[in-house]
């Protein structure tokens, strides 16, 4: 069992649809962080949240962290064939940093 | 600014052989850390290493072993390879010492095990 479940785990869709994608723990984290795959790359840095309750846009995108520091999400507004790809979370702990299995993301023309 | 790079991109290895990789760090960054990613899943934390001494370990037997070296650069040892540490294997650095979990990826290695 993955210490942080994003959902959902596959998710396609048309051209300028919304989206949202969830990342749920019972842990608590003291940041949580979007990072964004491409095939065959390693994972680049969308956004780093640090407290609860805090939302933060990125153009049309715009990720919360939940009041408890446990979950976030990512909604994507009017989503566009360039924002394909694997979305994972990870979670800050004293210890470690514990990643989500992604969702991946496919967005039709 | 260069980033973060790995070598080599690609490597195939025999059951029971021992394999190195490298990663250098983007400038100014004090920490690496090291994840394997397995196809369809999110990185697993390997371990952390900050100035040199390993910060940090995940779930990973005693195979797995790693060095920093004076100029931030690192590298990741496994012995005995298995089949199941068929991988992509991710390094990041990231700037303000351990505490700073604000990452930036490499490309990663792709090892296969046959």
């Known amino acids: 069992t993955q210490l942080l479940e994003q959902s959902p785990q596959f998710l396609s869709i048309q051209e300028g649809e919304n989206l949202t994608v969830y990342c749920n723990s019972s842990s608590v984290f003291s940041s949580l962080q979007w990072y964004r795959q491409e095939p065959g790359e390693g994972p680049v840095l969308l956004v780093t949240?640090?407290?609860?309750?805090e939302v933060k846009k990125l153009k049309r995108l715009t990720f919360q962290f939940g009041d408890a520091r446990k979950d976030s999400s990512l909604h994507i507004t009017a989503a566009q064939p360039g924002d394909t790809g694997l979305y994972l979370c990870a979670g800050a702990r004293l210890e470690d940093m514990r990643f989500g299995a992604g969702t991946r993301l496919t967005v039709k023309p | 600014e260069t980033g973060v790079t790995q070598s080599p991109t690609h490597l195939i290895k025999t059951r029971g052989q021992q394999v190195t990789l490298r990663c250098s760090s983007q400038s100014g960054h004090n920490t690496v850390s090291w994840y394997q990613q397995a196809l369809g899943q999110g990185p697993q934390f390997i371990f952390q290493y900050y100035r040199e001494e390993e910060n940090g370990r995940g779930n990973f037997p005693p195979r797995f072993s790693g060095l920093q070296f004076p100029n931030y650069s690192s590298e990741l040892n496994v012995n005995a390879l298995e089949l199941d540490d068929s991988a992509l294997y991710l390094c990041?650095?990231?700037?303000?010492?351990?505490?700073?979990?604000?990452?930036?990826f490499g490309p990663g290695t792709r090892l296969t095990v046959t």
């Open positions: 990041a650095s990231s700037p303000g010492g351990p505490d700073s979990f604000q990452q930036y």
């Open positions: 949240v640090v407290t609860g309750g």
